[in-house]
């Protein structure tokens, strides 16, 4: 995992800049179709923060938001166009994608929803067929 402090982010143009402070509660690749539909990508390679270690510092009028469930807001840029975050309430967790975050360490710890993978990934890293038991999925592994 990452080392605890604060990481600074930005979208693609730089109008909406984020800090996020400790350490993610998690690392890792999401090959879910929503994901891959949402970043136009195979594979979205995320950063799970406890909400309230996500602050946007710059730019908060600059964000739009689209929910689509229950689980995800999804955030961008309306300048850009440029993914932020996503935010999961019903786990007070905030998904703010790896690639804002250039100076976070990424060091992903596993796979969620990998039954619908497009993009196979041979890395050793245990593969969830859809999310762990704590996040309501099926706990269940599925093979590289």
Not at 40 to 67: E, H
Not at 120 to 128: A, E, S, W, Y
Request: include cysteine.
């Amino acid at each position: 995992m990452a080392g605890s402090g604060s990481y600074k982010g930005k979208c693609f143009c730089g109008a909406v800049e984020l800090e996020t402070t400790g350490v993610p509660a998690a690392m890792g690749f999401c090959h879910c179709s929503s994901c891959r539909e949402w970043s136009a990508a195979p594979v979205n390679a995320f950063s799970l923060w406890p909400m309230d270690a996500v602050t946007i510092v710059k730019g908060s009028d600059d964000l739009a938001s689209y929910q689509k469930s229950d689980n995800s807001i999804r955030r961008w840029c309306r300048a850009c166009g440029g993914h932020v975050m996503t935010e999961h309430p019903r786990w007070g967790l905030t998904d703010v994608y790896a690639a804002v975050i250039p100076a976070l360490p990424f060091r992903p710890m596993l796979h969620v929803n990998y039954q619908g993978s497009v993009l196979p990934m041979k890395d050793g890293l245990p593969k969830q067929r859809d999310f762990p038991l704590e996040f309501g999925g099926t706990g269940e592994l599925v093979p590289e």
